[in-house]
């Protein structure tokens, strides 16, 4: 599952083992110059789930939480390209 967030994509699709649905983020953030790479950050093992949507939405959460934290500078609604499953910004 993903979503933009303040300029950020982000990979909320989780691991399925042992019956069980493992919820982890990966975040990258593109340059707008094209010679610089892109910024990536990887939140992994976050907790394990009975139900895909409960892993993805722990998965946002820490994600946006993470973003706010970075880039506090980000005060906009123009920055944000599309929400979250529970429409939280």
Known sequence: MECGYRRWIIDATPDFSLGKYFAHARLVRASADDE???EMHIERDLAYFDTE???IEVAQ???FAWICERDSTFDSPQDDTTGSR???H
């Open 36 to 38: 610089v790479d892109g």
């Open 53 to 55: 949507d409960e892993a």
């Open 61 to 63: 959460q820490r994600a």
């Open 86 to 88: 529970s429409g939280i």
